[in-house]
């Protein structure tokens, strides 16, 4: 990897502060996560059999999407001095393979007492449709 992940320490971060990026997702990352996972259900796996379901193709894993947090968090906000204290999911609306999606976290809160900040985060296809948002909390260890 190649990716270095930002330092903010506690003192530097300010409600308000945010950051977004965009994922392609792909047949590849589908079949990855599934390994990895085990979550093989044939929604997500097999296009003949999604073909004959309400969502007529093959649905994203919704916790494949919200694993994008991690690397919101791990990477971006706080980044290296990050330690993910817990996280809500609220799944909206479907995703595709080859749908692209954007993730973004903004900062709305933060403890002095806990040195943990809490997090706005929702994950956007391209059309602008919320597909999971949610509340994530981060202990700063800096």
Do not use: W
Not at 52 to 70: E, N
């Amino acid at each position: 990897m190649t990716d270095m992940p930002n330092e903010y320490k506690f003192e530097d971060i300010e409600i308000g502060l945010e950051h977004k990026f965009t994922e392609k997702i792909t047949n590849l990352i589908l079949d990855n996560f599934a390994k990895l996972s085990g979550d093989h259900n044939p929604l997500h796996m097999d296009a003949d059999y999604a073909k004959g379901t309400k969502f007529k193709k093959q649905v994203c894993h919704g916790m494949l999407l919200a694993s994008f947090f991690s690397k919101l968090v791990g990477m971006y906000i706080p980044g290296k001095n990050a330690l993910y204290f817990s996280q809500s999911l609220n799944f909206q609306s479907p995703c595709y393979i080859d749908d692209t999606v954007t993730v973004r976290g903004e900062v709305i809160d933060k403890s002095d007492s806990t040195r943990i900040i809490t997090m706005k985060t929702s994950i956007y296809n391209q059309q602008g449709t919320c597909l999971i948002d949610g509340i994530a909390k981060v202990v700063i260890r800096q």
